[in-house]
């Protein structure tokens, strides 16, 4: 595949055709990973990795508790 870099304010963007960005489950706001390797831009999807975001939760972090309501179904409490 051949793509045309354009500019896009005051960086550089390359389009990724529809079928190559859907066979690889890349949307609108997928977070990805860009290195450089000699000459090569290697582009890749960021996966995230559990014990790396549980590691970024600060230690002083305590969850509030959120009142739902009622039950209205088969919930069992």
Known sequence: ???MARKWGNSIGIRIP???A?????SYGTPIDVELDGEKIIVTRKKYDLKELLARIPD???PEEID???PV???KW
Do not use: D, P, Q, T
């Open 1 to 3: 595949m051949k793509a």
């Open 18 to 20: 529809a079928a190559m």
């Open 22 to 26: 859907n066979s690889l489950k890349i």
């Open 60 to 62: 002083e972090y305590e």
């Open 68 to 70: 739902w309501g009622e």
């Open 73 to 75: 179904g088969g919930e």
